[in-house]
């Protein structure tokens, strides 16, 4: 099983052609910010242009999409906000947009909105033997939440839901400069960037059940 995951693509997607294989991935997941400030028609030409080179998709919306994005991913079949999918014994959970930041963008929630999200999704895999959690906001006080003053700025939810949960692997973005790989606790917290620099998450699964994680290029 090989999963590409990828996002912060803000109507910038030529480096789709740079992914070794992502056509024959088992699954690609869209972490989110398919546009800037964009709608469902924007976003739309970014999954269209996925799709030309594979067609199994999970996405979640990022705070940078307009709210009708996540109800055309959710028309669409793929949508992973507020949702679980079971992949083979490991169930991936999703969550999309951000925590409240200060420019006002157009799919925030409050904290207290982003556990009930998780907790929602959550409930569709409570059979899984592991868990992946896909989350636009990456969680606070970790290398993947910093700003370039020092300060953190990621989901206390986010951290919350991983130290109670300990998926596996967090698959998260949202804040381009701290592209890089943090830990809490079991969790392997990847943010990989901008698509554009580029960047994006490459996922195995053995045949014993074995995931492996990293950030390529």
């Known amino acids: 099983m090989r999963v590409i995951a990828f996002g912060d693509i803000h109507m910038e997607y030529g480096e789709l052609a740079r992914i070794p ?5 088992d699954l690609v997941i869209v972490t989110g910010d398919f546009t800037n400030f964009g709608g469902e ?14 067609g199994k998709i999970l996405a979640v919306p990022g705070n940078l999409d ?5 109800g055309m991913l959710h028309a669409r079949g793929i949508n ?4 679980g999918v079971m992949l083979g014994e490991t169930g991936i959970v999703g969550v999309g947009g951000s925590n409240p930041t200060p420019f006002n963008t157009p799919t925030e929630f409050p904290e207290e909105r982003l556990a009930a999200l998780m907790e929602k999704g959550l409930e569709k895999v409570r059979e899984a033997k592991r868990l ?4 636009h906001a990456p969680p606070v006080d970790t290398a993947t ?6 300060a953190h700025v990621g989901s206390r939810a986010v951290r919350d839901f991983i130290e109670r949960h300990r ?3 967090c698959l998260t973005g949202h804040i381009h400069e701290a592209r890089g790989t943090d830990r809490i606790g079991e969790t392997l917290v990847l943010n990989p960037g901008m698509l554009s620099h580029p960047g994006w998450i490459e996922l195995e699964e053995t045949d014993g059940g074995e995931w492996t994680a990293v950030i390529r290029p």
């Open 21 to 25: 294989g992502l056509a024959e991935a």
């Open 41 to 54: 028609k924007e976003a739309e030409k970014v999954l269209g242009a996925i799709r030309r080179y594979n």
């Open 66 to 70: 307009q709210p009708e994005v996540a």
């Open 80 to 83: 992973l906000h507020a949702d």
């Open 132 to 135: 992946i959690l896909v989350s």
């Open 145 to 150: 939440d910093r700003i370039p003053s020092g």
């Open 167 to 169: 998926p596996l692997f």
